[in-house]
């Protein structure tokens, strides 16, 4: 039984910067591709970031390149976003998310790729 749990969500000023955390079980974590996304309220989820199971291609939305950084420690079962100087504009639910293929085929920031998902972390700048 996968699960996924996300924590390190909370209330920051602009310019800021949180850690997200993703803690999975139930299989073998580096045989599954990661992302993160998010959603605002009235918008669709979008792609944030992604990384592939060995951690060696690792893909990021323009919006927050250069600012957030994807990571994961398989010895540790646990996928990361770093995110620094956050802005008003990165507030959402992120939620991490999983599938057991080797890479992507309809893309890495489509929801659809996707077979397992954590229920969510709120992050707000201020």
């Known amino acids: 039984h996968v699960q996924l749990v996300e924590s390190g969500g909370g209330s920051v000023t602009a310019g800021g910067s949180l850690r997200l955390s993703c803690a999975t079980s139930?299989?073998?974590?580096?045989?599954?591709?990661m992302a993160w996304f998010r959603q605002a309220p009235g918008k669709e989820r979008e792609g944030v970031a992604a990384i592939a199971g060995d951690g060696a291609a690792t893909y990021y939305a323009k919006s927050v390149q250069g600012r957030f950084t994807i990571s994961r420690d398989n010895a540790r079962n646990t996928l990361y976003l770093q995110m620094n100087n956050l802005k008003p504009e990165d507030t959402a639910m992120y939620y991490c998310?999983?599938?057991?293929?080797?890479?992507?085929?309809?893309?890495?920031?489509?929801?659809?790729?996707?077979?397992?998902w954590g229920q969510g972390t709120q992050v707000t700048v201020s």
């Open positions: 139930g299989y073998a974590d580096n045989d599954y591709c």
């Open positions: 998310a999983a599938h057991p293929r080797p890479g992507w085929q309809m893309g890495w920031n489509d929801v659809n790729e996707y077979d397992y």
